[in-house]
T-cell receptor
Framework: DGGITQSPKYLFRKEGQNVTLSCEQN?????MYWYRQDPGQGLRLIYY???????QKGDIAEGYSVSREKKESFPLTVTSAQKNPTAFYLC???????????FGDGTRLSIL | QKEVEQDPGPLSVPEGAIVSLNCTYS??????FMWYRQYSRKGPELLMY????GNKEDGRFTAQVDKSSKYISLFIRDSQPSDSATYLC???????????FGQGTILTVHP
């Protein structure tokens, strides 16, 4: 089945540690996105990528980094500079930027 | 003022009721409008998508857009307990790299 796979489902980070969240899609979509969801705040865009080897900062990019080396993959690294990383992270993709986005089932990140 | 405002609820209705969910927005550059449904611990699922003002129907769901008033609605007819979820409105434009989401409305349909 076509879709977006995020892993792991749950992740724990120690102080000072970088962690990487995986996002893979087999929808042949060019555009991919990372959002953060906090209770009562809706979804906020961290980074997005329109095409391989290109990505743009969203509204809350500080403390995060991404890469887009393959069309299918858009991993997100939460660095130690992100002081409040506890959240539900959602990856999405669309055929191109400007079309409806389809989401994975998220990764919940917590601090140990 | 937020670009998109959505009443967070919670909203509790009996099974079979008609549910109305609403969002207002301030950015007249938004060109397309979506409704997502999100179950607990899951990602949002696209329910409805429209570019134009007017109504769009899909089964028990009707999306309504009024661009002149900057107001969108989602109606659910004959609501079922399985409709219990958080509903998110989202808006975007072809010049934007992102969707702008409302805060989400928590809906509970009780038997």
């Amino acid at each position: 089945d076509g879709g977006i796979t995020q892993s792991p489902k749950y992740l724990f980070r120690k102080e000072g540690q970088n962690v990487t969240l995986s996002c893979e899609q087999n929808l042949n979509h060019d555009a991919m996105y990372w959002y953060r969801q906090d209770p009562g705040q809706g979804l906020r865009l961290i980074y997005y990528s329109q095409i391989v080897n290109d990505f743009q900062k969203g509204d809350i990019a500080e403390g995060y980094s991404v890469s887009r080396e393959k069309k299918e993959s858009f991993p997100l690294t939460v660095t130690s500079a992100q002081k409040n990383p506890t959240a539900f992270y959602l990856c999405a993709s669309s055929r191109v930027v400007g079309e409806p986005q389809h989401f994975g089932d998220g990764t919940r990140l917590s601090i140990l | 003022q937020k670009e998109v405002e959505q009443d967070p609820g919670p909203l509790s209705v009996p099974e079979g009721a008609i549910v109305s969910l609403n969002c207002t927005y301030s950015n007249s550059a938004f060109q397309y409008f979506m409704w997502y449904r999100q179950y607990s611990r899951k990602g949002p699922e696209l329910l409805m998508y429209t570019y134009s003002s007017g109504n769009k129907e899909d089964g028990r769901f009707t999306a309504q857009v009024d661009k002149s008033s900057k107001y969108i609605s989602l109606f659910i007819r004959d609501s079922q307990p399985s409709d219990s979820a958080t509903y998110l409105c989202a808006m975007g434009g072809t010049s934007y790299g992102k969707l702008t989401f409302g805060q989400g409305t928590i809906l509970t349909v009780h038997p």
